[in-house]
């Protein structure tokens, strides 16, 4: 799946919020691009779809459904651009849904 900057470049230009004694807030938001460049990305869907039609599997590709114009995980469908949201699982269900067919007997 792509991952995004999002939530991290929103924070950056957040008004911190106040420190409450013996409090946790919500940990800082990390750059995603940082660890998982969006090219290494494309690189290994390639690779997996490569490899699954050479072993007759199914390919399932959420990519396709969740990235954007820039290459990032639609801005909304994640809180810290890595995992899905509520409203990534509904796009992630629409994608399995529409592949289930091509598995089943």
Same mark, same amino acid.
Do not use: C
């Given at each position: @799946?792509?991952?995004? &900057?999002?939530?991290?470049?929103?924070?950056?230009?957040?008004?911190?919020?106040?420190?409450?004694?013996?409090?946790?807030?919500?940990?800082?938001?990390?750059? @995603?691009?940082?660890?998982?460049?969006?090219?290494?990305?494309?690189?290994?869907?390639?690779?997996?779809?490569?490899?699954?039609?050479?072993?007759? %599997?199914?390919?399932? &590709?959420?990519?396709? %459904? @969740?990235?954007? &114009?820039?290459?990032?995980?639609?801005?909304?469908?994640?809180? &810290?651009?890595?995992?899905?949201?509520?409203?990534?699982?509904?796009? @992630?269900?629409?994608?399995?849904?529409?592949?289930?067919?091509?598995?089943?007997?």
């Amino acid at each position: @799946m792509p991952i995004s &900057d999002y939530p991290y470049l929103r924070q950056q230009g957040a008004t911190p919020a106040p420190v409450v004694p013996g409090g946790r807030g919500a940990p800082p938001r990390q750059k @995603m691009t940082d660890g998982r460049p969006p090219s290494d990305i494309l690189k290994l869907n390639a690779w997996l779809k490569d490899y699954a039609a050479k072993v007759n %599997a199914t390919y399932v &590709d959420y990519f396709s %459904a @969740m990235v954007d &114009d820039q290459g990032w995980l639609k801005d909304g469908i994640s809180g &810290d651009g890595l995992h899905p949201n509520a409203e990534g699982y509904k796009i @992630m269900t629409a994608v399995l849904t529409a592949a289930l067919p091509k598995v089943a007997p």
